[in-house]
């Protein structure tokens, strides 16, 4: 088991990239691509 302080920062770290992988997504021009792979992203 990890350290509750480093499971802490690892959950962040990791939200922090579907951040960083859902914003392409919400700024396309492509209709399709911001209500179908937005969603995906942050799910």
Known sequence: M???RVASVGI???AG??????IPNL???SV???Y???PQATS
Do not use: D, H, N, Y
């Open 2 to 4: 990890l350290p509750e």
């Open 12 to 14: 962040w770290v990791i």
């Open 17 to 22: 990239f579907f951040v960083l992988g859902a």
């Open 27 to 29: 700024t396309s021009r």
């Open 32 to 34: 399709q691509e911001r």
């Open 36 to 38: 179908v792979m937005a």
